[in-house]
């Protein structure tokens, strides 16, 4: 199936990672079955994250795939792309290195919104960490920086699969519109790089902004697709609270 270029591979050094429209979805770096061209973005350029408690690595069949976040104890956040083939999905929970430290664990359950690129995974343990802290549709607006975190691909001369980061990355990108379309045509937030931009293997990692209501950090989008020089599309977290408190009660 082919889909815009999806994030989903890792992040490369020094780059931002967010997509705009009318881009190829990042599709996860290595997915068991058959996946998306193209689908699997990194961030190039930006630099290593230092601090990311409510990171998560998801793995297809045991191989390094797509991003996502930590929201509930027992609940993972990521992109519907990334989980949409039959493989069993695991996560590394809470550590910057994706080969080791943190938790592992497993899912037992996905759960895919029926028309935006958004998933749920339920996992086979409770796991103890940060959460990541999600935002309203206030919590981010036009011109805004946003930072961008991903193990995606850190290349574009080679296959993505060849350069996915082994430490998470993170990128500062621009907001150019909090109505824009991720690649299953739900509402996302587009950025235009500033030091970054999203790649294969940063699919359903997330955006993070400092709220101008509040002064508090959140994440405010799940990436989805990238043109891999400098746009991005975020699914917008705070259009689709509801489906998500639906399920993860948050």
């Known amino acids: 199936?082919?889909?815009?270029?999806?994030?989903?591979?890792?992040?490369?050094?020094?780059?931002?990672?967010?997509?705009?429209?009318?881009?190829?979805?990042?599709?996860?770096?290595?997915?068991?079955?058959?996946?998306?061209?193209?689908?699997?973005?990194?961030?190039?350029?930006?630099?290593?994250?230092?601090?990311?408690?409510?990171?998560?690595r998801l793995f297809a069949n045991g191989r390094?795939?797509?991003?996502?976040?930590?929201?509930?104890?027992?609940?993972?956040?990521?992109?519907?792309?990334?989980?949409?083939?039959?493989a069993t999905y695991t996560f590394r929970i809470g550590s910057l290195d994706q080969s080791s430290g943190g938790t592992v664990a497993t899912a037992?359950?996905?759960?895919?919104?029926?028309?935006?690129?958004?998933?749920?995974?339920?996992?086979?343990?409770?796991?103890?960490?940060?959460?990541?802290?999600?935002?309203?549709?206030?919590?981010?607006?036009?011109g805004q920086t946003?930072?961008?975190?991903?193990?995606?691909?850190?290349?574009?001369?080679?296959?993505?699969?060849?350069?996915?980061?082994?430490?998470?990355?993170?990128?500062?990108?621009r907001v150019s519109t909090v109505n824009g379309r991720d690649y299953r045509g739900g509402v996302a937030i587009s950025v235009r790089r500033v030091n970054g931009i999203a790649a294969g293997g940063d699919s359903g990692g997330p955006m993070f902004a400092t709220s101008p209501v509040d002064g508090r950090y959140y994440q405010v989008g799940v990436a989805s697709t990238s043109d891999r020089s400098s746009v991005s599309n975020y699914t917008a977290v705070g259009q689709y609270r509801s489906w998500i408190r639906q399920y993860a009660g948050v």
């Open 1 to 56: 199936m082919r889909l815009p270029r999806a994030l989903s591979a890792a992040i490369s050094t020094g780059a931002a990672l967010l997509a705009a429209l009318a881009v190829t979805a990042i599709a996860p770096a290595a997915s068991a079955a058959p996946a998306p061209d193209d689908l699997s973005p990194a961030i190039i350029g930006g630099g290593t994250a230092s601090n990311a408690p409510w990171a998560a």
């Open 64 to 86: 390094e795939n797509c991003s996502a976040t930590i929201i509930a104890p027992t609940w993972i956040l990521t992109a519907q792309h990334c989980v949409a083939s039959s």
């Open 108 to 142: 037992t359950q996905i759960i895919q919104h029926p028309s935006v690129d958004l998933a749920l995974a339920k996992l086979d343990r409770s796991v103890t960490a940060t959460y990541s802290p999600l935002g309203t549709n206030a919590a981010v607006v036009n």
């Open 146 to 173: 946003v930072q961008l975190y991903g193990w995606g691909a850190t290349c574009t001369n080679q296959p993505e699969i060849n350069c996915q980061s082994r430490y998470l990355k993170v990128a500062d990108t």
